[in-house]
């Protein structure tokens, strides 16, 4: 089996998909960013952008 990075969809919570969704579309939306950065954006602390 290859890892490609991402979680298997049925192992995250609703939460963590929609959080996971919240950071993607900030940073598609802004560019590249800063953790610091993400999480003003997204309203979490830094160390939960990175998980």
Known sequence: MKYDGRAP???????E?????RVAR????H??????????RVGLTQAAVRR
């Not at 969809?9 to 939460?15: D, V």
């Not at 998909?17 to 969704?21: D, G, M």
């Not at 560019?31 to 003003?40: F, Q």
């Open 9 to 15: 969809q049925e192992e995250l919570a609703t939460g």
């Open 17 to 21: 998909r929609s959080t996971r969704n």
């Open 26 to 29: 900030s940073i598609l939306d």
């Open 31 to 40: 560019g590249p960013s800063t953790v610091a950065d993400l999480a003003k």
